[in-house]
């Protein structure tokens, strides 16, 4: 797991509009907010995304870009932002190996069945690549009034 003051794994990959995005790029000119989650167009991954949109004014004025990662693909994505007019940009992770390179990729236990999947977490990523914050098994619900909080506060 990454923690506070870990460098953040560097990484390159597409977003909804199939550019190529990476985190040096993006640290060059502000600080990062990177959440995973587990599905687009699903009930706690639409809040999330919702909160973090009708917040984004004020993370930009933080100097803060906010991206969300899932293993879901560039159209998919596409179709999550439109239905719900969302303002953040979402990175497709199709391989998986963004998630493993932030070790959300996890086993998860529902309804006693064991699988693979996304823990939802949150990293706040100083411009100088350093993790200000890491957080694993986000609840939804507020977590992005907490994160611009902590981004207001860099």
């Not at 930009?60 to 999550?80: E, L, M, P, R, Y």
Request: glycine content about 6%; overall charge negative; hydrophobic content about 40%.
């Amino acid at each position: 797991m990454l923690n506070k003051n870990d460098k953040a794994p560097d990484f390159s990959c597409k977003d909804q509009n199939d550019n190529e995005v990476s985190l040096s790029a993006l640290l060059s000119v502000q600080n990062v907010i990177l959440y995973f989650y587990p599905k687009d167009d699903t009930p706690g991954c639409t809040i999330e995304a919702n909160e973090f949109t009708a917040l984004r004014e004020a993370f930009a004025n933080a100097n803060t870009k906010v991206i969300g990662v899932s293993k879901d693909n560039c159209s998919s994505h596409t179709a999550f932002i439109n239905k719900f007019s969302l303002d953040v940009d979402l990175l497709a992770d199709e391989s998986g190996e963004l998630c493993e390179k932030f070790n959300v990729w996890q086993e998860k236990e529902k309804n006693g069945v064991k699988k693979m999947g996304i823990v939802r977490s949150t990293f706040l990523i100083k411009q100088d690549g350093t993790i200000a914050h890491a957080e694993y098994g986000v609840v939804p619900e507020g977590h992005a009034a907490v994160m611009l909080a902590l981004a207001q506060a860099l």
